[in-house]
């Protein structure tokens, strides 16, 4: 039995090759704007299992239809800094929509239980449970609500058909998407979900917020960058509060720069908190 499919976010293309040498479909697509793709496809049953690799916060992706790793030639030292592995819910291509809810809950429960943590962006607001999840449905399709919480059939029917869980651990953010089609030959308690799951190095991840050249400067942009990110929270949150929700002040956001946590001190900011820790609920 061939060996699982071996990935690693930021693994250099030799070690990639080398982990992988058995694989027989393997494939690179070189670009002529400096980029590398790293190609994987399994395209008839069996589907492929994929290898997470990150110590003791490592899991298997079953059921996956390719993957593929992103390398910037002008980096090399970088390496692979960013996987990309798609793959079915189930070894069914079709599956009945509340099996899907209950499988699809499970698995971010797993990661969760692995050791990874749930990730909420800067300028986004802290929610746990329910109101994370009726935040996501009635404010912001962008959300990703917290995967500790398991929605009802109604709640995950009412999903967009294209949602996002993130995570992170040490120097890697994951992000797990799904996509579902629906209404299989008439039968609406049938559908297609496709998994997508994202890994990416942590610098990578903190150059995303900058575009052009700053991509490269983030370092010297992360501080004043991140005040305006948490202010655009804190605003959300007073507005959230005001509407009786709970903030999450306990979530403590991942260390990416060597100055975090960053916190903005100007009036303003200091108002809006001064807010919500009066008046959270």
């Not at 069996?46 to 980096?75: C, I, K, N, Q």
């Not at 291509?93 to 962006?121: C, K, N, Y």
């Not at 120097?171 to 799951?197: A, C, M, Q, S």
């Not at 004043?224 to 655009?232: Q, Y």
Request: charged share 30%; net charge negative.
């Amino acid at each position: 039995m061939t060996a699982p499919f071996y990935v690693k976010a930021g693994i250099s293309s030799a070690e990639y090759n080398k982990r992988n040498e058995q694989q027989t479909k393997k494939s690179i697509d070189k670009q002529p704007a400096g980029l590398n793709f790293y190609e994987q496809r399994w395209q008839s049953k069996p589907r492929g299992a994929v290898h997470v690799e990150h110590g003791d916060y490592s899991f298997t992706v079953p059921h996956v239809l390719s993957t593929m790793g992103t390398e910037d030639t002008l980096y090399l030292d970088r390496g692979i800094y960013q996987f990309s592995i798609r793959s079915g819910l189930s070894a069914d291509e079709f599956i009945d929509h509340d099996e899907a809810r209950i499988e699809m809950m499970a698995l971010l429960q797993s990661i969760v239980a692995t050791g990874w943590h749930p990730h909420t962006e800067l300028y986004k607001p802290r929610l746990l449970g329910k109101n994370s999840f009726y935040y996501r449905l009635e404010d912001s399709s962008l959300y990703t609500p917290d995967p500790m919480y398991t929605p009802t059939l109604e709640e995950w029917m009412a999903l967009d058909t294209d949602s996002d869980w993130t995570f992170y651990i040490e120097d890697v953010f994951l992000t797990v998407n799904f996509r579902r089609r629906l209404n299989h030959k008439g039968n609406n308690e049938l559908g297609v979900y496709l998994l997508t799951f994202t890994l990416t190095t942590r610098d990578e991840k903190a150059r995303k917020p900058f575009s052009g050249n700053d991509r490269e400067q983030w370092l010297s942009l992360w501080v004043e960058n991140t005040k305006v990110r948490k202010i655009r929270r804190y605003k959300k949150e007073v507005e959230l509060i005001k509407r009786g929700y709970h903030i999450n002040t306990d979530y403590v956001d991942p260390i990416i720069h060597p100055d975090d946590p960053v916190e903005p001190d100007s009036e303003e900011a200091l108002a809006l908190l001064k807010y919500i820790n009066e008046n959270n609920k």
